[in-house]
């Protein structure tokens, strides 16, 4: 248990963008250490991949003997370099990692990267974890290699990677970031309450109760005249539509304001006029606990399982009494891809890195059964839909039924092509302006929207609106 409590806390301050620790207070031995016992926590004996010799390698790369210091902002990619490490031992002392203790969607971990690579020298970033909120605005960068020129096989990757990942991770017709995990969202929905109040535990029947937007609102008034919520806050169902725009927040220099934006304003006003959510706002304690109280549905996707639901209910009342459905829409949320810089001393040994973690089905099958992640392989994870095989805390979490097959089904209709390089940006705006609309302090839809607007002008002069 005692890891999924550590890989949360990171993954609260992540989701809120705060800095945990300032990079210029941890000392590098410090940062090792850390990262060192957190790796071995998180994977252990776990981490059983057969080790390959050196002149057998599944890419056509030179390794040199520098080392690379891989970056990110908290244990997750260096618990991930320990599979990297069992698989090729001979490289494992060139492999280190920089956990700069920063939010992953934060401008100070941008600040904090370019700057390291403008500083230079022997820690200067070679592989760098890109978390899916920025990683449009650093494969747009120069100091962003091109995965196929470091060696990196792009074809291979995209023959069993989900495409949305592929399309997100390219500019201008060149792969730049590469992921090992898909971040489908789904709808997690307690069959206890379910039971008591529709009538039926069984998945397929409980989808027509959040078939839609318009039904998860009907859904919603039962629950609440059998004293329950829908869910715990009326920001939880933003990551769906943001999913659903059809229009990224900015073409050529021009705003727009989708429509689907218009509709979370409104849904989210709902949920909190009509108390059917406990308003409790996200990543805090009582958010946290409701997910094994009289909350009916959340939003979810694999590492929200592991890294929340599925810690927040083991041991209690709650745990083993959910199912997942696909909900009112498909959706992503979240996702970390990698890139090499082009500073990267050995970029051989930065393909193989990247290769191993998005690319070998066997490393990426290992991840799977060992954190519950959902992992970037079509092949990987439709040979376990079929088989049941899935971690065993997951398991826990739904009764012994694997939520993998449901995965499946919902990364393949995911579509990132709004994606632009303002969306983490943007979205704060949303959440100030979706705020101000249910506590009143924006009267109605258009002062709303206004909000947005007004927001984007002080930021961004340069841009105009539709």
Wanted: with cysteine; hydrophobic share 40%.
């Amino acid at each position: 248990m005692k890891k999924f409590k550590k890989a949360m806390a990171l993954s609260l301050a992540l989701a809120m963008g705060l800095s945990l620790v300032a990079c210029g207070d941890k000392k590098e031995d410090e940062t090792t250490a850390t990262t060192t016992e957190a790796a071995t926590e998180a994977t252990g004996s776990d981490v059983t991949v057969s080790t390959q010799p050196a002149d057998e390698l599944p890419i056509d790369v030179e390794i040199n003997d520098q080392a690379i210091y891989c970056y990110s902002w908290n244990t997750e990619f260096g618990e991930r370099l320990e599979y990297v490490k069992a698989k090729y031992p001979q490289y494992a002392d060139l492999i280190k990692y920089e956990n700069l203790g920063l939010g992953g969607g934060s401008d100070e971990y941008k600040t904090a990267i370019a700057n390291g690579i403008t500083s230079g020298g022997d820690k200067v970033p070679s592989v760098i974890a890109m978390d899916d909120a920025l990683a449009k605005y650093f494969i747009s960068s120069d100091y962003v290699a091109n995965l196929a020129d470091v060696g990196f096989p792009v074809d291979e990757y995209k023959s069993t990677a989900y495409p949305y990942t592929v399309d997100y991770g390219t500019i201008d017709g060149n792969l730049k970031g590469a992921t090992w995990q898909s971040t489908p969202g789904c709808m997690i929905l307690r069959t206890d309450i379910a039971k008591e109040v529709l009538g039926t535990d069984d998945p397929a029947k409980l989808q027509e109760y959040v078939k839609d937007w318009d039904t998860v609102l009907e859904t919603a008034e039962t629950m609440k005249a059998a004293g329950y919520k829908m869910f715990s806050d009326p920001s939880d169902v933003k990551v769906a539509f943001l999913d659903a725009k059809k229009d990224p927040w900015v073409v050529d220099g021009t705003v727009k304001i989708d429509q689907a934006i218009k509709d979370y304003l409104e849904i989210a006003k709902k949920l909190y006029d009509n108390d059917y959510t406990f308003k409790s706002g996200q990543w805090n304690e009582d958010w946290n606990a409701n997910m094994a109280g009289d909350v009916f549905a959340w939003l979810g996707c694999p590492w929200f399982m592991y890294w929340c639901y599925g810690q927040y209910q083991e041991g209690t009342d709650a745990e083993g009494h959910n199912c997942v459905v696909e909900g009112p829409q498909a959706f992503h949320w979240g996702g970390t891809y990698f890139g090499v810089t082009t500073s990267c001393p050995n970029p051989g040994l930065a393909a193989l890195i990247v290769y191993t973690l998005t690319a070998d089905a066997d490393v990426l099958k290992q991840i799977a059964v060992d954190t519950g992640d959902f992992v970037n392989n079509a092949t990987v994870n439709e040979e376990m839909a079929a088989s049941g095989e899935c971690n065993e805390l997951i398991l826990k979490v739904f009764n012994g039924v694997s939520p993998i097959p449901t995965y499946v089904e919902g990364a393949k209709k995911i579509d990132l092509s709004w994606a632009t390089t303002y969306d983490s940006t943007f979205n704060g705006y949303l959440d100030v302006a979706v705020s101000a609309y249910n506590t009143g302090e924006a009267a109605d839809l258009d002062a709303a929207v206004e909000n947005i607007k007004t927001q984007i002008s002080d930021s961004y002069p340069d841009l105009v609106f539709e």
